[in-house]
């Protein structure tokens, strides 16, 4: 090869190359969120479970896969079991130190001092103090973090932890709170909770319709 063959396939390797890369890019860009009637943006619909035929089976399958937004740290940094609360996917302690207090954190230094009724981005950096109204920790009673699917939904189905809730009234909570509301908008540098919070109460009303059970473990 002359050195103008040498030329031509070095060109076409450059336009091969430079079609691979678009092609990743292709692959990699954010897809429409998968909305097959089986699965909402990584959580899966109660007809994903229409076809366990038990109820106690099912409905414990249902807790299952709803645990996963109640355990994920949009919810349960603001569920600790004890302490204050935490921040970010590592759940780490609130920075600035955040006590409990009464839920609504310390006098003079109440959880409304820094959160508003909603997210507010930096000015400086990219990321922003969350936000809903009212902005406060959830009592040690309803502290979960950390917990196992099985110790969660024991948790939340006894009345005197709960705040004296039916199945009921836990379905109402997930399908209408708009605390739990927040975290599928957490703002800027976030993650939201996965699914949606429409999916998430039909989780919830399918597990109490089949009984309310818990999954073992
Ligand atoms: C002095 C200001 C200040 C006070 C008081 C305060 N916070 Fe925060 N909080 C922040 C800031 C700022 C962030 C965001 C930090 C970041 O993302 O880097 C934050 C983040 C959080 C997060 C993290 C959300 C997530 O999923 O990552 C939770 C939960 C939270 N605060 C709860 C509370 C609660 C509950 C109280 C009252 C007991 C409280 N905070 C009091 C400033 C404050
Ligand atoms: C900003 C803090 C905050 C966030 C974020 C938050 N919660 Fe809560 N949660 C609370 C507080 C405060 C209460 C107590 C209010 C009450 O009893 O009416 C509560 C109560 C509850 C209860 C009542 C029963 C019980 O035993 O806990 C449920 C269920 C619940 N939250 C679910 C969720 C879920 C699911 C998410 C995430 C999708 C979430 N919460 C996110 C603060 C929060």
Known sequence: MGIKGTTAAATLLAALAVLASACERNASEPSAPAATANEVNGLKTPAAFAA??????????LFTELSKVMLHPRCANC??????PTQGDDMHPHNPPAVRGF???AAGMECSSCHGPANVEFASMVGSIPGAEPWMLAPESMGWAGASPAELCAQIKDEDLNGGRTLDDLVFHNTEDHLVNWAWH???GRSPAPGDQETFGALTA???AAGGHCPAG
């Open 103 to 105: 839920g609504m954190g």
């Open 206 to 208: 399918a597990w109490a």
């Open 52 to 61: 366990i035929e038990g109820d106690e089976e099912r409905s414990a399958a």
């Open 186 to 188: 957490p703002g800027e």
């Open 79 to 84: 569920h600790p079991r004890e302490g204050g």
